[in-house]
């Protein structure tokens, strides 16, 4: 796992590193960046004061505080950690606290809103740097964070036109050290492609598993009970987190509906082949979906472990 | 992984079994069936000589042949572990070969279909006891198998009206010997269950998998780079293996479209949700699927590793 990691950085990256929502990703890069020294001081922000008791309990920053311009202050970067729906409004409450030439990024699945929401109430001083780090778990708070949950995966950074060069370079580098592949795209580019690799998915699996509750011919007990069928693999995501999940449909509207719209073409594609007994269209479009896990696996972007290495299928021959 | 397993049986359980068809699952019965004691003589069948050769070379069997004819001969339980669609013909090929009181079974994915293709040709002195386990990984051929795969995992038998009850007895001691929970159905009851735990969602893994691929907005190049937004856990039952699924779905039919149309109706209502704003009724529906993959994890049918224990996310605060 620690494969990109190396040293430590001899001198700190940033002066002062302000994390405001302390959840699965806030609480990671509060871990990551105390173990690669990207931060001299870590300040740690939570609007509630259970998760703020509970980072001190643990240790992960130097100062916590319920208070965001508060915790802002004087900080050379500030990373927005929190649900995509109170996203522009902390940052609007932060703007006028935050220090000259600071950097100010957030970590949302959605870019092209939060964007325009937080861009318009910023000083010309600051310099903003959306950021969406590819990563996560179905575990919230902060205690299902995890120093290496960024390593070998991709950040994508959406910063507008005209940003200062020094600072998308300096950022970059928070980072790569952090683990991650850094990928520069359009907010709107990216609402697209998060869209089919991450929304959609998180859609119809959320829907899957409501629709299985709901069922009266099967019972709830054996959906459960055979859910090793293929359906358990639905459930993790339908897990995620339900306040951030809401928030993103609400704020990805066109972007999802745009592939939510192709997938449903396809799908009613694919019942009409099970209808007339097409099977040589199934095999076709069985055999190529193959060819794709085959890519991502060799892209590091997944292991190749059977059935994710879950403990269900230890080698043993 | 071996805590059902005791010590194995001092006595063989059956003389000799013959399996037929010798992928994943029927080269792990082979070798739990080895490691237990579950029969005396284990026979390998399968129609590609390739497998044949390969079955010999990893000595998991005492006998390998092509021809199904002689590999039944003289064994009192034979497991058909073909492809759906080969099932009711080689059952009717060797129906005249097998011995009288043999107990003949199978381990499709379908009971209906295959019930129906093959009870007729069978002659009143077999015990006729289809199954199914539901267990497995995206893998396939013989040298994926391996001997825990059906432990904790359900097991379901759809003996037709009338089966003998101590041929039933025995065969389900020969499923709890090799780590499965036992469970009768009938053929019709199972393709419902199993069409929503496991026929739909690996439709729709392929559906996704395949809509992906096609899109000119988004390249293929990103799908694979961000896939860890989630869209990667979809391509693990994508990448399964394409005969057999083709023809589950061609065998299948009823069940999968009625369940299919369950869930189109279901993600109607949630693209509403999403184009109208309904923020409580996403809300809500993303708190209600949580509570199932808990009870999934509390069954013993999921790991409650985070992100199914992947080694992209160990605990190392």
Known sequence: MADRFGEPLPDALFERLTIVGVGLIGSSLLRVARQRNLARTLVAVDASEAVCTRVREIGIADEVTSDARDGVRGSDLVILCTPVGVIANVARDIAQHLTANAI???????????????????PASVHFIPAHPVAGTEYSGPDSGFSTLFVDRWCI???????????????????SEAGSNVEIMTPSHHDLVLAITSHVPHLIAYNIVGTAADLEEVTQSEVIKFSAGGFRDFTRIAASDPTMWRDIFL?????????LGRFNEDLAALQRMIRWGDGQG??????RTRAIRRSIIAQGQETQAPDFGRRSAPPDQ
């Open 104 to 122: 100010l990024s957030d970590v949302g699945s959605v870019k092209g809103a939060v964007v325009a929401g937080i861009q318009p109430h910023l």
């Open 157 to 175: 950074l959406t910063p507008p036109e005209g940003t200062d060069a020094q600072a998308i370079e300096k950022f970059q580098a928070f980072w």
């Open 251 to 259: 704020n990805i509207r066109d972007a999802v509906l745009e592939m």
């Open 282 to 287: 199934l095999f076709d479009l069985f055999t």
